[in-house]
């Protein structure tokens, strides 16, 4: 999966809690994206980081919370304020933005 | 909402058969890429054509872009059973990677 770890692969959780998701790269690159993927569907930008310190947000960013403090880590906050979390979540990264991106192996949030 | 979106939704094809795929979008792209999916896996790049390219081909993959019809073609030629997959086209119209994916084919390959 190109260098970038994604952990747990499969997470449960309480309604009502947050939740964090892991994302880690080895391949140096500075853009960092994470998306959404419900069951038969596409996927959906959530944040997305060009440099470190910077991020905005994507196109379905409500509920969600993210931090770039360091190159290769960009960790993802599924917040209780996320009306619908349950879903695949995967982690990318693109050593220049207009170029292809590398996806991680995905992590299966479930909340009950 | 989603600016790509693929045809056809399924296709079934036996070994050695070609598989096209099509994908149309709506809005002026940097760039159209296509990715795979193996089912509960995370993607893997296939191809990425900019908006001033026409054609580009790797290994047994072709693709097309038209930019006046706003559409692009995936062709895998002599597929085999590893092919079985979904496949994903993604358009970037603002050169910072902000990607829009369609909602994919779901390809099998029959051996």
């Known amino acids: 999966d190109g260098g970038i770890t994604q952990s747990p692969k499969y997470l449960f959780r309480k309604e009502g809690q947050n939740v964090t998701l892991s994302c880690e790269q080895n391949?140096?690159?500075?853009?960092m994206y994470w998306y959404r993927q419900d069951p038969g569907q596409g996927l959906r930008l959530i944040y997305y980081s060009q440099i470190v310190n910077d991020f905005q947000k994507g196109d379905i960013a409500e509920g969600y919370s993210v931090s770039r403090e360091k190159k290769e880590s960009f960790p993802l906050t599924v917040t209780s304020a996320q009306k619908n979390p349950t879903a695949f979540y995967l982690c990318?990264?693109?050593?220049?933005?207009?170029?292809?991106?590398?996806f991680g192996p995905g992590t299966r949030l479930t909340v009950t | 909402s989603q600016q790509g979106e693929e045809d056809p939704q399924a296709l079934s094809i036996q070994e050695g058969e070609n598989a096209t795929m099509n994908c149309s979008y709506k809005t002026s792209i940097n760039n159209l890429q296509w990715y795979r999916q193996n089912s509960g896996r995370g993607l893997v790049h296939l191809i990425l054509?900019?908006?001033?390219?026409r054609e580009k081909h790797s290994g047994r993959l072709r693709v097309t872009l038209d930019t006046s019809k706003k559409s692009s073609s995936l062709l895998i030629t002599a597929s085999r059973a590893a092919d079985t997959a979904s496949y994903f086209c993604?358009?970037?119209?603002?050169?910072?990677?902000?990607?829009?994916f369609g909602q994919g084919t779901i390809l099998t390959v029959h051996p």
């Open positions: 993604a358009t970037d119209p603002t050169s910072y990677g902000k990607l829009t």
């Open positions: 990318a990264s693109s050593g220049q933005a207009a170029y292809e991106q590398y």
């Open positions: 054509i900019r908006s001033n390219e």
């Open positions: 391949l140096n690159h500075d853009a």
